[in-house]
């Protein structure tokens, strides 16, 4: 079955420190990649996607290719602040399908 | 344009009372999904629906839990009786058929089955 496979945490970085978060996936077909943010308290929120193979999806600095030679959407941001801390989800949408795996997430602390 | 709405945002019970927990989705959007959010299990997927009509009830962990969508702008979830292991955050979400599938989520509702 489709699976999201992430990076456990929690993540401590300082300020300004590069952010890497793996994240490999198992589906057939040609799904599609999302990641999500969580802060603290509120519902996830789409960070960034990409629909198909060599896609990058950008946002807010954030970015993650789509890689289906290795099955991997790595989420990569350069110079991380504090605010954004948060818990981060990878995910997948098979297409022609509306149900969405989420992996179980990974929390990101930054500190000043 | 609103988002999704969710009532209550906080809930304290006791245990073996009924809870029901509401979502209405963001307008246009024909599918809407029921999670739940532990420390220990993460984020389940409960039930979804699509046009109203429950699509994939696999998740609902067993008969105390039923979700209803009575129309396009209203779905509940109840749970009866409830029981102090049914303590986390529900979240509702939904989306609409011709996007790209990304999920729109409520502010969730935090259960406390005391």
């Known amino acids: 079955g489709n699976s999201v496979t992430q990076m456990e945490g929690p993540v401590t970085l300082s300020e300004e420190a590069f952010l890497t978060i793996n994240c490999t996936y198992t589906a057939t077909g040609y799904p599609s990649l999302f990641w999500y943010v969580q802060y603290p308290g509120e519902g996830l929120q789409l960070l960034l996607k990409?629909?198909?193979?060599?896609d990058k999806g950008s946002n807010k600095g954030f970015e993650a290719t789509y890689r289906k030679e290795t099955t991997s959407f790595h989420l990569e941001k350069g110079s991380v602040q504090v605010s954004d801390s948060a818990v981060y989800f990878c995910?997948?949408?098979?297409?022609?399908?509306?149900?969405?795996?989420f992996g179980a997430g990974t929390r990101l602390f930054v500190k000043a | 344009d609103a988002g999704v709405i969710q009532s209550p945002r906080h809930e304290v019970t006791e245990m073996g009372q009924e809870v029901t927990l509401r979502c209405k989705p963001i307008s246009g959007h024909d599918y809407l999904f029921w999670y739940r959010q532990t420390m220990m299990r993460g984020l389940e997927l409960l039930i979804y629906f699509n046009n109203n009509v429950p699509i994939d009830d696999s998740g609902m962990p067993e008969d105390r839990f039923s979700a209803k969508m009575p129309n396009a702008s209203f779905s509940t979830l109840k749970i009866q009786p409830s029981e102090p292991r049914d303590s986390a955050v529900y979240f509702c979400a939904s989306t609409r058929t011709g996007g790209f599938h990304e999920q729109f989520f409520g502010p969730g509702t935090r259960l406390t089955v005391l």
């Open positions: 990409a629909t198909k193979a060599d």
């Open positions: 995910a997948l949408s098979e297409r022609g399908g509306f149900k969405t795996i």
